[in-house]
T-cell receptor, first 110, second 112 residues
Framework: KNEVEQSPQNLTAQEGEFITINCSYSVGISALHWLQQHPGGGIVSLFMLSSGKKKHGRLIATINIQEKHSSLHITASHPRDSAVYIC????????????FGKGTHLIIQP | ETGVTQSPTHLIKTRGQQVTLRCSSQ?????VSWYQQALGQGPQFIFQYYREEENGRGNFPPRFSGLQFPNYSSELNVNALELDDSALYLC???????????FGSGTRLTVV
């Protein structure tokens, strides 16, 4: 079982819809990252969370440490939001890198 | 800020050959980590360097090795290439182990 599980794996929605992507993890972490990857491969860091909630523009990320769960929300979705969204965790205290989920492939149709 | 730059962007190698991939860290970042992303999968951690020392390693064989230089740029070397090494190789830098990461655009390696 992967240490980081994302759902859904694929999501197609209409422009303007409210989008939620979920991430669950099974290990103790020091931080959780939400990342965006476009077809060319480059990854953009959206949020780094260790508690609570963060907001940037139309993106909101929340984390519940006790439940080992995080969500990424997109309000008023737009076709340019189409990308793969990846949840990654930094295992607490270690020198290891990030452990990634498999990603959620989001398509926003006009 | 200059961001993280990786070179080359694409590369084709023959099985058994050796390859070196390069990464220039974002200015002010002293930690760099490398990841392998196979098609359709999430990235897998290869190793991390902090101030020129390897201080973390994922489940990759010794033929995957690296270096970090005094200017904090980095190299990933892969010897005896195998077909399964075909992947996108991503480099990420950060100010330290506990800060956010800046990712490069990756090097697409194809082994034939």
């Amino acid at each position: 079982k992967n240490e980081v599980e994302q759902s859904p794996q694929n999501l197609t929605a209409q422009e303007g819809e409210f989008i939620t992507i979920n991430c669950s993890y099974s290990v103790g972490i020091s931080a959780l990252h939400w990342l965006q990857q476009h077809p060319g491969g480059g990854i953009v860091s959206l949020f780094m969370l260790s508690s609570g909630k963060k907001k940037h523009g139309r993106l909101i990320a929340t984390i519940n440490i006790q439940e080992k769960h995080s969500s990424l929300h997109i309000t008023a979705s737009h076709p340019r939001d189409s990308a793969v969204y990846i949840c990654a965790v930094k295992v607490g205290g270690g020198a290891d890198g990030l452990t990634f989920g498999k990603g959620t492939h989001l398509i926003i149709q006009p | 800020e200059t961001g993280v730059t990786q070179s080359p962007t694409h590369l084709i190698k023959t099985r058994g050959q050796q390859v070196t991939l390069r990464c220039s860290s974002q200015s002010g970042h002293n930690t760099v980590s490398w990841y392998q992303q196979a098609l359709g999968q999430g990235p897998q951690f290869i190793f991390q360097y902090y101030r020129e020392e390897e201080n973390g390693r994922g489940n990759f064989p010794p033929r995957f090795s690296g270096l970090q230089f005094p200017n904090y740029s980095s190299e990933l070397n892969v010897n005896a290439l195998e077909l399964d090494d075909s992947a996108l190789y991503l480099c990420a830098s950060s100010k330290s182990r506990d800060y956010g990461y800046t990712f490069g655009s990756g090097t697409r390696l194809t082994v034939v």
